[in-house]
């Protein structure tokens, strides 16, 4: 089985006003709501392809019970820990010309049900995936993916992990299966931006030695590079397409890594369907489907 993990997951309302004025009234030309949250993409998308999996996290309120409807409307499992106060962040981007966003601050989560989650974690048996993504909320412990790490034998159950530099290193010493990071959370880990191919190649092999196994990298429209624990590069472009929205792509391609590993055991096709689930995503509003991904896929 798979397991994701988001802890603050959302409802995304996305709108567009032309001509957006401050201090006044503006009415929207489209909108749109949709469930999110790194894991809670992972899930959508892996669901999508056929592969059975379980997102887990927190939700409340109201807008916990539309990310839960939400996301079992689309075909997901879910066993998420209800919180008896609060409610679910809501995030509302707002384009016109440019895009601005405003996220929501989510549920505070106590002790007691961080314990809660962690007898969850406890259930995961060999041969099982859990899926680390996302931030930590502040009201949880920072160190809550080390805590989850310390529970697990990583050399049976494989973990990926797709989360900012600072955290994402933290979590290098339990030897993740696979780590996912973009092009500039790969700089920030090593203080400059990288643009030369094999510098991005030769900062992917120092995580390796810090602990990751498997190193993927997402470079936009440029792209992925995976390094794998066998010595193994592969490189390729993204397909040709129009950018729409890149807001998930990065989540997909963890989703199709995964689909197209699992299959066969295969990193070559884990990388392939992995940039065509995060290419068919950007080109379009939404998280791509299994048919769209597909499409995609026949191109490269």
Known sequence: MIYTVTFNPSLDYTIRIKDFEVGTLNRTNYEEIRVGGKGVNVSIVLTSLGVENIALGFIAGFTGDQIESG???????????????????????????????????????????????????????????????????????????????????????????????????????????????????LGELFGRSLIDYDDIVGCAKHLQEEGARNVLVSMGSAGAILVTDEGQVFSAPAPSGDLVDSIGAGDAMVAGFLAGYLERSSMVDGFAKGLAAGSATAYKQGLATSEEITAIAQRM
């Open 71 to 185: 996301m079992q409307q689309l075909g997901c499992k879910t066993d998420f820990i209800r919180l008896p106060q609060g409610f679910s962040r809501i995030n509302v981007k707002l384009q016109d010309e440019t895009e601005t966003e405003m996220n929501g601050m989510g549920p505070a989560v106590s002790i007691s049900e961080c314990e809660r989650f962690m007898m969850i974690v406890k259930r995961l048996k060999p041969g099982d995936t859990l899926v680390l993504s996302g931030s930590i909320p502040s009201s949880m412990p920072q160190d809550m993916y080390e805590q989850i790490l310390d529970m697990i034998d990583t050399d049976k159950i494989r973990v990926v992990v797709d989360t900012s530099s600072n955290l994402l290193r933290r979590t290098l010493a339990y030897h993740p299966f696979l780590i996912k990071p973009n092009l500039m959370e």
